[in-house]
Structures are given as structure tokens and as C-alpha cells.
């Protein structure tokens, strides 16, 4: 078991290294992850506006994971800024540790905050999705989230297309592997078929996670 994490921790290093970075929405050497832009004035661009700041709306708290495509953060949030807008404002002005479990209506916008009090399992439990219609926004409050990238090439759907979601085979092995902590959120586009709730080797797998879903445009 040691060895097979130390084997995926290796990979996702050595992707790293070979890859262009999330920033840069990158398609890796040894598998392909999240959504591909080569457009390299669009990939500094969108790599300055994050840099900036500019999409916070108050909220000085996480920043965004590496692994989010920031292009894709960028023209989404370009395309619906009010939506992003009102997420941010929520977060900014929210007790996340305090408010009670369960669904938040955000003010202003048809958006819902899914707060969430859950553990972690071990990775044969937990189910690869990828979303269509929807982006998922997450960020760990309390604890340590564990979540999945799986790899396009060697994936294939396992169930029909519903309700937003799919579900996937996937080789773990070619599998990427990040811990998300309060300082990091994640947001996984409809190109990042993902895997959350996946066990670390803490000792304590409770975790209180803020799930937000964001229409894709």
C-alpha cells in the first residue's frame, strides 16, 4: 500500500515537472486531465487575472489550488461574473466554521452553498464524476479532503449520462492525487473528472467541506 502511494505521489511530481501547470490548463506528457488551451496570450492573461486578485469580491481566504485550470476560471467567470461574484461575496462574509449544515441559498443569485460535515474513505469506496451542466466549487473548511484527477486516455464512462453526472473506469495508477486543506479550493470544470472524499493517512478523516455548483456556460 505504501508503495502504491508512493508510486502516485511520484507520478503526480513527475507530471508536474513535464507538464505546463494548471496555469496553463495543461494536457500532461503521460495523460490528459483538464481542458487544453494553446493559446498562449489567453494562458498569461488568464494566469495575471488570478494573479490579480480581481475575482475575489471581498474574500481574502483560500487561493485557488494548482491543479485549477485558471483559463478556464478566467473565461467562466468572464462569461457569469455575477454568479462568481455573489460566491465569493457569500464566502467573504460567511462564519464557515460556525453556519449549520445543510443548503444555503446565496443572496442575489439562483446559487446554493451545500455545506457539508462528511469523512473521508478509502478510494475503492469512492466514485470518479465529471459534471456537464455544472462546475463544482470546493473548499475544505475543517479537516483533509483528498480528491482524484483521472486521466481522459484511459477512462471510459461506466453509467449513462444523468442528473449532471457520469460516472468512470479509470486506471489508478494514471490517476493524480491532491490533499485539499482551508487554504486551497478547488473548482472542477466539466474537463476535470474528479474523484472527492478519497482517505489520506491522517488519523482523522472528518472533514466540513463548502460545495458550490456554478452553471458552465
Not at 467562466?76 to 460566491?87: G, I, S, T, V
Request: proline content about 4%.
Amino acid at each position: 500500500m505504501k508503495a502504491n502511494v508512493l508510486a502516485r505521489r511520484l507520478t503526480v511530481v513527475v507530471c508536474a515537472f513535464f507538464c505546463c501547470v494548471a496555469v496553463s490548463a495543461q494536457k500532461c506528457y503521460n495523460g490528459y486531465y483538464t481542458q487544453y488551451y494553446n493559446d498562449k496570450a489567453l494562458i498569461a492573461e488568464a494566469k495575471a487575472w488570478v494573479e490579480s486578485g480581481e475575482w475575489r469580491n471581498g474574500y481574502d481566504g483560500a487561493l485557488p489550488h494548482s491543479s485549477v485550470n485558471v483559463v478556464d476560471f478566467y473565461l467562466q467567470y468572464k462569461k457569469n461574473p455575477e454568479q462568481w461574484k455573489a460566491l465569493f461575496g457569500w464566502l467573504a462574509k460567511t462564519d464557515l466554521l460556525a453556519i449549520p449544515k445543510g443548503k444555503h441559498p446565496i443572496e442575489g443569485s439562483s446559487l446554493v452553498a451545500s455545506v457539508e460535515d462528511s469523512n473521508n474513505e478509502p478510494l475503492e469506496k469512492r466514485r470518479s464524476e465529471s459534471h456537464f451542466h455544472n462546475i463544482d466549487f470546493q473548499l475544505v473548511v475543517k479537516g483533509t479532503e483528498r480528491f482524484g484527477l483521472i486521466d481522459h486516455y484511459t477512462s471510459k464512462p461506466n453509467t449513462r449520462y444523468r442528473r449532471d453526472v457520469i460516472h468512470y473506469d479509470y486506471d489508478v495508477e494514471k490517476a493524480l492525487f491532491h490533499d485539499s486543506t482551508p487554504d486551497r479550493f478547488f473548482i472542477f470544470f466539466p474537463s476535470d473528472w474528479h474523484i472527492a472524499k478519497v482517505a489520506t493517512e491522517k488519523d482523522d478523516q472528518n472533514i466540513r467541506v463548502i460545495v458550490i455548483k456554478v452553471e458552465y456556460k
